[in-house]
Nanobody, 122 residues
Framework: QVQLVESGGGLVQAGGSLSLSCAAS????????MAWYRQAPGKQRDLVAS???????LYADSVKGRFTISRDNAKNTVYLQMNSLKPEDTAVYYC????????????????WGQGTQVTVSS
């Protein structure tokens, strides 16, 4: 059983910083690409940032220069450092990962975390 467990988030004033982390656990052979998405009320879930197993990163234009995604492969963990937060960053943030596991053969499946609330007050 593979799962993604997020931590961090909370309430912060505009201009402040928050850090999120997401750890993958279970019968894992390899964690491939990892990413953070966010979903504001009444809106679709959008990609915030992604990182490959080789640490190549991609960011949404709205967060470039403010957010940093990183990972620790030894801990199967991905991080999102969020600086200069704006009220429009308020959303539920979800961790996402492609994980390879062994179940009579090697299989790769996409997993989601449970989500963590980030609220930025003006």
């Amino acid at each position: 059983q593979v799962q993604l467990v997020e931590s961090g988030g909370g309430l912060v004033q505009a201009g402040g910083s928050l850090s999120l982390s997401c750890a993958a656990s279970g019968s894992i052979f390899r964690v491939n690409a990892m990413a953070w998405y966010r979903q504001a009320p009444g809106k679709q879930r959008d990609l915030v940032a992604s990182i490959t197993s080789g640490s190549r990163t991609l960011y949404a234009d709205s967060v470039k220069g403010r957010f940093t995604i990183s990972r620790d492969n030894a801990k199967n963990t991905v991080y999102l450092q969020m600086n200069s937060l704006k009220p429009e960053d308020t959303a539920v943030y979800y961790c996402n990962a492609d994980i390879t596991y062994y179940d009579r053969s090697y299989r790769t499946k996409n997993y989601w975390g449970q989500g963590t609330q980030v609220t930025v007050s003006s």
